[in-house]
């Protein structure tokens, strides 16, 4: 089986994701700036649900680079994968007017655990059909960064219950950290040489 | 003709439509997470649909892989499946709020069916272009799980007058049985090597 | 200039336009099949619209098989197209409840109209990079049956006036015709080979 | 890192952005041709905003055309060019209904600017990954329509709140000046040949 239309078809569902999200920006029925201002957390937190779906396809591209061969566990553990990263617009659209309610701040947060989680099942099931010593497995390595992210979010689930505010500060210092692109698999060669992967 | 357009628009047809279902899921006007109740069945059936679209992303890819020829009647055949998938959103929308009322149960089944129906028609047509002893003959052959699944939800179409459990319980496990991929095709061999699947 | 991406550009707008429309075939609100019968205008003509915006992409994949190189007019003309076609959802959304009544009906040729003097554009667009013998020019020829589109729904657009139905069977006509793939490029070798074709 | 799928993402979310759009040309109520006189700015609105994001797609299409490698620098410089393309549509569903008051023209023109500005960021993310004798870096040069256009952006946004119709002629005329291609880069020879760019 080959990995092209796996990106093809994740990249299609990123793509609409990131962008549906942006329907909920409904312009006021005013027209001068002041009545924007009801849009500006919703604006926020449409960047931040933005840079974590990014996050989620940089991320998802890294990996699927070194990919030598998939298998149909690895095909439902990305439909996995992407099912958790569709909820996010309707997570967003539920936080946004409830910035300092729990119940809301404490969904989105199960969003973006869920899709971690998703994640990791994933590269496990990469991990199953390729060698231990091939690019992808020592690239993933042990992934210290997912597993500090899971801890960090399983910490905002709870704290959202305490001050919401907490745990929206837990999901924005996540997703700084992860901006930072993942260099060990950038500088990890290309499986197939650089034509190969151009064209996939 | 080539296969790679038309591999590249099923996907971005399926992808849009796995990801529009999503904007059904309108987020509650409370904030506390009793406020979500109502959207538990909603998301039970979004997730039930998602499944199956991506079965049929699924299904169409191992199809796609041992693809040799396409013609006309393989591209219209393709919209047909198309067509009959685009409606699973409209089909989930009407059954989510009335899983125990007969005819949305029983319309989501025809979207169902129709679309088992449309994928039968689409491995015929390419059973016209493609010769008898051809790794896509062999591995379609004579196709026990999809008649199984027809069969299955014609019954469901009966039950759902009767009682809609009964046809609900068939749709998850004509699910069910679909998740595990289908063998037959997945260890087939490529048919051009492993280079040109890669970039189609 | 290459025409992988203006094809991958071009399906994307193309899936994401013929799966919109379905965002009209709002669920009613009650739960019987009777209540299904408003919606029974609206899925024709949601199919008509399908057909149209497949015909399209049919032609576009046959058409583009046979290019060599595009310009940056090819560009703008296959945007040009695309314009035209992504207004296919609102004359649909308008005609649907409308379809006795002349200004919708002649609105939704209007678009048909536009969208098929768009295409003729994108052809001379090409022919203009192309050499008179290339085996696009010869696919091209007269394009009797596009020139006989044009004048059918100029018919089409008057009839609209008098009585709406004629148009509509016009229109049903038109993509009848147009459902049979266009033999002429269809059986035209492949510019570059197979294997080309394939990757792109 | 390749530069294929980063192409497929951009185009998928401006294929989806570009698309969404429509939604908001909602049919009347009535259903004749007077009907249909709100919608005139809308649409012109619309074929405007249509018009930006084709040239940001055509641009980005004759930029990578050229490009030999990319950074994590990169996919972020991409996402945020995506990002505020992607406010696009809100924007655009603003201004339409309120075209001479100067709140909604302005934030419009602030959203061209900031694209504007992110296109720029990209050009120097790609520059700094590239030779400065590379076709890339002499393909981009100086780029005096990029810092002509957002001086004119600048000078739209302070039009804005003296007389709107000025800001909006502003926006009319850089698109037109954008509707020429960009011969610098259409005319540089592709970076690998034309297989290869074909393939991508």
């Known amino acids: 089986m080959s990995r092209g239309r796996l ?3 994740s990249d299609g569902v990123l793509a609409v994701l990131i962008t549906i999200m942006v329907l909920d920006l409904r312009p006021p029925d005013g027209h001068s700036l002041a009545d924007l201002r ?10 931040l649900s933005f840079v974590f779906l990014a996050i989620y396809w940089n991320n998802h591209h890294h990996l699927m680079h070194l990919v030598e061969t998939i298998s149909g566990g690895v095909l ?3 439909a996995h994968l992407l099912f958790w990263l569709s909820l ?5 659209a539920w936080m946004s007017p409830h910035l300092s309610a729990p119940a809301p701040v404490f969904v989105y947060g199960v969003v973006l655990f869920g ?9 496990r099931a990469l991990l199953r059909v390729h060698a231990p010593g091939s690019p992808l497995a020592r690239a993933i390595g042990s ?3 997912g597993r ?8 905002a689930l709870a704290a959202a219950w305490i001050e919401p505010w907490i745990a929206l500060g837990i999901y924005i210092i996540v997703a700084l950290v992860w901006l930072v692109p993942d260099r060990r698999i950038e500088h990890a060669p290309a499986v197939r ?3 190969q992967s151009e064209s996939s």
């Open 115 to 123: 899709s971690a989680v998703a994640y990791y099942i994933l590269t």
């Open 7 to 9: 990106e093809a078809f």
């Open 143 to 145: 992934d210290v960064k």
């Open 193 to 195: 040489g650089e034509q």
């Open 38 to 47: 009801p849009l500006v957390p919703k604006l926020a937190v449409y960047a």
């Open 88 to 92: 996010t617009p309707a997570a967003t």
């Open 76 to 78: 439902w553990a990305n």
């Open 148 to 155: 500090v992210s899971a801890v960090a979010y399983l910490a």
